[in-house]
DNA sequence: CGAATAGTGTCTTTCAGACATTATGCC
DNA sequence: GGCATAATGTCTGAAAGACACTATTCG
C-alpha cells in the first residue's frame, strides 16, 4: 500500500494549475492564450497554451489562490467569475514527467483587462483568440486543446440555465446587452420576450437607473445582485414553486 | 517565474485521489468509508475517511485509472459509473504538507460489491454507512466531510435531470425499481404516471422481457442502453424538438 | 373475489416559443 | 413624422404535476 511508504519516498507528480479565461469581444466568444518559452528543456516551445504554471507551495495556500493569483498575473482582474473545471492527469500529457493540472474557467468583461505588452523576463505574449479561429495550424500545448474543449462545453451548457453570461458584462448593462451575450455565447438567436421575462424572474438583477447606450431610446441599467455567485434557473423535475 | 527554475528544485505538492462510492441498500443512500491506520506519522489516525490515496506513478497512467484501481481495490467492481467531481488543494489540508486530492464519485449496485472483509496488511475496514446518518461524533479525516457534501450535492442536483440512479440498479430493473432509487436519492415522492413517461421518452432504456419481482404483477424489465454514459433529460432555453 | 402492484388515461396549470404591438427618444 | 431600439402583450402548443382509472397476478 502506498500509505505505508514512508511520504518522502512517494515520487510525486508535476501539479499545475490552467486557467481558461474567457470573454467577449467584436461579438465574438474569445480566450486568452500565451505562447510557451523557447528555452532548454521547455516543453512545446513557441506553441501556444493555456495560462498556468506550476503550483508554488509558498505562494498559494490553496489551489484556487494559485488560480486567480495567474489571473491576476495576466490579466490585472483580481475578482472575476471563476470557477473550477477539472483535472487532468497522467504519465503522457508533460514530456518532464507524470503531470497533474487543475482547470479553472474564468469569465470577464473585456472592458476590465489590462493585458501586460509582454512578459519581459521570458518575453511571453498573452493574446485574445476567437474560440472559432484559433491559430490555425498550431495545435494547442499538452492537453489544452481538450481543456479548452471541455471549458466550452461546460459554459455552453451552462449558459443555458444560468445567469453566467452577466459576468462578461461591466456593470451596469441592459438586457438587450446581455441577451446578446447569450447569444454570443449559444450561437443562436434568442426570444426578446421570453429572454426578458426569464431573466428578471430568475431575480439576479438590480435595476441600477436608466442608461445612454448609444441607441435611439435609453434603456434600463441592470446590476448583479451577488456578483459572487451564478444564478440557476428551475429544472425539470422540480415541484412548481408556487 | 516558476517556469524559468529547473523542474527538479520545484517543490511538489502531494497528489491523492479520493472516491465517494454511493450505493442504495435498505433504502438508504450510503458511501463507502475506510478508517484510516495507526501507524506513527499517519494523520487522522482511526478516523473515517474516504477510500483513496496516493497516485503511484508506477502503477497509474492516469488519474481516471488510479481513481479505477481504488475503486477495484475496495469493492471488486471494475466499470461503475465514475465521474469526476473536482479537486481540493491547499497548505493545510494535509498536516504532511501541501497536498492536493483528485476527487471522484461513483455509482454501483449494492449487490455488485464484495467488500473485503478485512483489509490484512492494514487492518483498515471498509464499510458502507447512510449518508444521513455518519458515524455520530466522529468527524472525517482531511476535508473529507467537505467533499462528500459536494458529492451529494452534484448527486441530488443531476438526478433531477440525468439517467444516474439507473446505475444503482443491477440488471435488468423495473420501472417501479428504479422510480425508487430516484425517490431514495431525492429524498421526496415522485409521480409515478410522470415519471415513466420522462424516462421513457428519454430513451435510455431498453426493454429485456417481464421479470418476477416478489410482487403480485410482473413488470417490465429494462437495461441500460449504454452502460458508459449518463442521459440529459431535455432542459429549459433549448428550442423544442418536434 | 380482494389485495397489491403494474401500467395507462385525463385534466389542468404552467411556461416557453413565436410573433405582434406599444412605448420612448433622436434625427 | 419617421426610424431605431426598448419594452410589453397575446396566442399557442408542449409538457409536467396531480390524480383517477384500468390491468394483471396471487392468495
Not at 431575480?203 to 444564478?231: C, H, I, Q, T
Request: glycine share 10%.
Amino acid at each position: 500500500m502506498t500509505e505505508s511508504r514512508a511520504i518522502s519516498a512517494i515520487e510525486r507528480p508535476l501539479t499545475t494549475v490552467d486557467v481558461v479565461i474567457f470573454t467577449v469581444r467584436g461579438g465574438q466568444l474569445q480566450v486568452l492564450l500565451v505562447q510557451r518559452p523557447d528555452g532548454p528543456g521547455e516543453p512545446f516551445p513557441g506553441a501556444w497554451a493555456l495560462p498556468g504554471g506550476f503550483v508554488d507551495v509558498r505562494l498559494d495556500d490553496s489551489l484556487e489562490d494559485c488560480a486567480r493569483r495567474k489571473l491576476l498575473d495576466k490579466t490585472g482582474v483580481s475578482s472575476p467569475y471563476l470557477e473550477q473545471l477539472g483535472s487532468w492527469g497522467g504519465k503522457s500529457r508533460d514530456p518532464r514527467g507524470w503531470s497533474a493540472t487543475h482547470a479553472y474557467f474564468a469569465l470577464l468583461p473585456f472592458e476590465s483587462v489590462q493585458l501586460k505588452p509582454e512578459d519581459g523576463k521570458t518575453g511571453k505574449t498573452a493574446q485574445w483568440h476567437p474560440v472559432n479561429a484559433l491559430p490555425p495550424g498550431q495545435p494547442l500545448a499538452f492537453d489544452h486543446a481538450e481543456i479548452l474543449q471541455t471549458a466550452l462545453e461546460r459554459l455552453r451548457s451552462k449558459v443555458e440555465y444560468t445567469s453566467l453570461p452577466a459576468f462578461l458584462l461591466p456593470e451596469p448593462f441592459t438586457l438587450p446587452q446581455l441577451q446578446k451575450m447569450y447569444e454570443i455565447v449559444l450561437g443562436r438567436p434568442v426570444d426578446k420576450s421570453g429572454f426578458r421575462t426569464r431573466a428578471l424572474a430568475a431575480g439576479f438583477l438590480v435595476e441600477s437607473g436608466a442608461m445612454e447606450v448609444g441607441s435611439p431610446r435609453p434603456a434600463m441599467g441592470y446590476r448583479l445582485k451577488d456578483r459572487g455567485a451564478a444564478v440557476y434557473f428551475p429544472r425539470t423535475f422540480s415541484p412548481r414553486s408556487s
